[in-house]
């Protein structure tokens, strides 16, 4: 049985946090994943046309179903990072790659937020909520970030 998320030390940044999430959902590391996770709150977790599930046992079920065919090949891409008094919070173009045996590989584009807090072991994961990125979307949140100010 897997052990609850607070019995491992959680990271010491968001941005490593960040990258642990990633890691774990390229891998289909659900136990990795969901040691990210606070288990003080309630976290909120909303896939792309899913429900909002809500607390470490539904967010487990649902990474459970996402992660039943095999690892979840997810790059974030375009990330905007707003960082104050213990909270972090991420807004990221996830660019995720979908098996197509008869055009080879492709995209979908998704926009994540990322919401982390900082406890006294180190950051975890309080929301993931991402939804599916028109073209519109993605272009525009692309352009925005090529612009030099």
């Known amino acids: ?3 609850p998320p607070s019995s491992h030390a959680a990271p010491a940044s968001a941005e490593a946090a960040e990258a642990a999430f990633y890691e774990a959902l390229q891998r289909g590391d659900l136990d990795a994943l969901m040691r990210l996770w ?15 599930l809500v607390g470490v046992a539904a967010i487990r079920h649902g990474f459970e179903q996402v992660l039943a065919d095999g690892a979840l090949q997810v790059f974030p ?9 213990g909270c972090a919070v991420h807004n990221v173009l996830e660019r995720v ?4 045996a008869d055009e ?8 994540a937020t990322n919401v982390y807090l900082k406890g006294p072991d180190g950051w975890r994961l309080v929301l993931h909520h991402a939804s599916p990125a028109t073209a519109h979307e993605a272009a ?3 352009a925005q970030h090529e612009r030099l100010h």
């Open 97 to 100: 790659q979908l098996a197509d």
């Open 104 to 111: 080879g590989q492709r995209y979908a584009l998704v926009l």
């Open 1 to 3: 049985m897997a052990q």
């Open 77 to 85: 891409e375009r990330v905007v990072r707003t960082v104050a008094l």
């Open 140 to 142: 525009e949140l692309l």
């Open 38 to 52: 606070s288990d003080d709150d309630e976290p909120v977790c909303v896939h792309p046309g899913g429900p909002r």
